[in-house]
């Protein structure tokens, strides 16, 4: 599968910012991160569901009608150049079941960009409509509220408004698993939410592909049986070229979950990268979803073997 890379932003350009989960923990955190978006000269537009508190559930950015409602106006109203999510939290599984996908013009990629629970509405993109898309900070969370001199704001930045400057992602750091080479699409996400969306009509099967691994709050146990679920999945893990495993912080003890990793990715005979800063609590680089790459384990790097945005529009 091909997927259509949408144009990169320019100053000027107007974006929704919404939440497909959860509600933002502090409306002051989601002013911070629209100001940063300013001050590079994006338009943020706040949706009703970034604002809402937890209306119908404290855990959930409004209803699901609401979400879904917001997410639809966002990829359809040619208005919006891009789509920001604003936190994560849960409830994009929600979100995703009253999504109508055939009203949204897949011939008119826009880029989205979100991560942790947002993984499920990545994934979806790439299903649905056949878009590349962004693993990436959140306007509520991290860098984006931090200024836009953050390191996660600046990078997302530059893949943003000049995307043919980047072509490579180096993880000093991390180490070879499993050495080795790999090309591939990348693909993943957080973990618990790609185990959560198996074998539904949005989980997205990574043949031929460099799969993306982290996640956060989750003891060895249960990532374990993440990991697992994964594996046992019928043909999810067929015919993986690569894994790139990030950042599993708040996840017990770091040398148990080192083992772990060892013991459910060592086996696959496919290269392993681990120890990437990529996920939760980290100063992160921004993952492209769907772009052919190339994972050189020894190098601890990812190389674009396609430019992942196009160039920006021009007018």
């Keep these: 599968m091909t997927l259509l890379r949408p144009p990169g932003l320019k100053p000027g350009d107007t974006v929704a910012v919404l939440c497909a989960s959860s509600p933002v923990s502090s409306q002051d955190h989601l002013e911070s991160g629209l100001r940063?978006?300013?001050?590079?000269?994006?338009?943020?537009?706040?949706?009703?569901?970034?604002?809402?508190?937890?209306?119908q559930y404290e855990y959930l950015a409004?209803?699901?009608?609401?979400?879904?409602?917001?997410?639809?106006?966002?990829?359809?109203?040619?208005?919006?150049?891009?789509?920001?999510?604003?936190?994560?939290?849960?409830?994009?599984?929600?979100?995703?079941?009253?999504?109508?996908?055939?009203?949204?013009?897949?011939?008119?990629?826009?880029?989205?960009?979100?991560?942790?629970?947002?993984?499920?509405?990545?994934?979806?993109?790439?299903?649905?409509?056949?878009?590349?898309s962004l693993f990436g900070p959140m306007v509520a969370c991290g860098g984006f509220r931090q200024g836009p001199d953050e390191y996660d704001f600046r990078e997302l930045m530059k893949l943003l408004y000049t995307?043919?400057?980047?072509?490579?992602?180096?993880?000093?750091?991390?180490?070879?698993?499993?050495?080795?080479?790999?090309?591939?699409?990348?693909?993943?996400?957080?973990?618990?939410?790609?185990?959560?969306?198996?074998?539904?009509?949005?989980?997205?099967?990574?043949r031929d592909a460099i799969l993306f691994l982290e996640d956060v709050d989750?003891?060895?146990?249960?990532?374990?049986?993440?990991?697992?679920?994964?594996?046992?999945?019928?043909?999810y893990l067929d015919g993986v070229r690569g894994i790139i495993l990030g950042t599993f912080t708040e996840c017990g003890d770091a040398a148990e979950v080192d083992r772990l990793l060892a013991d459910r990715f060592g086996d696959l005979g496919v290269?392993?990268?681990?120890?990437?800063?990529?996920?939760?609590?980290?100063?992160m680089q921004t993952y492209p979803v769907?772009?052919?790459?190339?994972?050189?384990t020894g190098a601890g790097t990812l190389t674009f073997l396609d430019q992942v945005l196009a160039d920006p529009a021009q007018g």
């Design 163 to 206: 995307p043919a400057t980047v072509m490579r992602l180096a993880f000093p750091g991390s180490r070879a698993l499993v050495p080795g080479v790999a090309e591939g699409r990348t693909l993943g996400g957080t973990a618990s939410l790609l185990a959560a969306s198996l074998g539904t009509d949005t989980s997205c099967p990574v």
């Design 36 to 55: 940063a978006m300013e001050a590079v000269g994006l338009k943020p537009e706040v949706f009703g569901t970034a604002r809402d508190a937890g209306s």
């Design 62 to 132: 409004g209803t699901d009608a609401e979400r879904a409602g917001d997410l639809m106006r966002a990829l359809i109203d040619p208005k919006y150049a891009g789509v920001f999510l604003a936190c994560g939290g849960y409830g994009a599984q929600r979100t995703l079941e009253l999504m109508e996908w055939d009203r949204i013009d897949a011939a008119a990629p826009k880029v989205v960009v979100g991560y942790s629970d947002v993984t499920a509405l990545l994934e979806a993109v790439a299903v649905k409509l056949g878009w590349v």
């Design 290 to 296: 769907g772009v052919r790459a190339r994972l050189d």
């Design 218 to 235: 989750e003891l060895p146990y249960r990532l374990d049986r993440i990991f697992t679920q994964i594996r046992r999945s019928a043909s």
């Design 271 to 283: 290269p392993v990268l681990a120890g990437v800063a990529i996920g939760h609590n980290c100063e």
